[in-house]
């Protein structure tokens, strides 16, 4: 039987306004416990770019970069069963409260998320406030195999709700 895993908590400041939603982290993002800790993922760089910041070394700049920039980081599941890292072998995902973010953060105004898996599970899961947009956006996952210029083409709709 697949393994048991778990998501991170939420990462927010006080008044995140973007809400960025993977499925659940890998298994090297759970090795070192760091959201999009593989080293190929693109999601930092791609946030780097996006707010148009040298990106950090280290992974507690990188979330403050995240924080000053109105931007939380979360996984649509808190645990599922799943034999390695690709989201097409979860397993009995449980979802993490969403609702109860929103509830705590009103200042979040979009919802990004990471692949087309989180946001299938964010649909069959989550009801969305009616004030909160929602978006899909391509997987930065190194397993998503489309160009880099792409995924940052994609996800330059960010741009349009963070604080620069």
């Not at 929103?102 to 200042?107: E, G, I, K, V």
């Amino acid at each position: 039987m697949a393994e048991l895993i778990y998501s991170f908590p939420p990462l927010c400041g006080n008044n995140p306004e973007v809400l960025i939603l993977g499925s659940i982290p890998g298994i090297e993002s759970l090795r070192v416990q760091q959201y999009y800790g593989h080293p190929r993922n693109a999601f930092w760089k791609i946030m780097a770019e996006l707010i148009a910041e040298e990106l950090p070394g280290e992974y507690d700049k990188r979330k403050l970069m995240l924080i000053r920039h109105g931007i939380a980081l979360w996984d649509v599941i808190s645990a599922c069963r799943r034999e390695g890292s690709l989201d097409q072998n979860i397993r009995n995902p449980e979802p993490n409260d969403i609702r109860g973010l929103f509830s705590r953060f009103p200042s979040i105004r979009a919802v990004f998320c990471n692949g087309s898996k989180a946001g299938e599970l964010f649909r069959r899961h989550v009801v969305l406030p009616e004030n909160i947009r929602l978006f899909r956006l391509p997987s930065t996952s190194p397993a998503h195999a489309i160009a880099y210029e792409k995924k940052l083409e994609a996800w330059k709709v960010i741009a349009d709700f963070i604080r620069i």
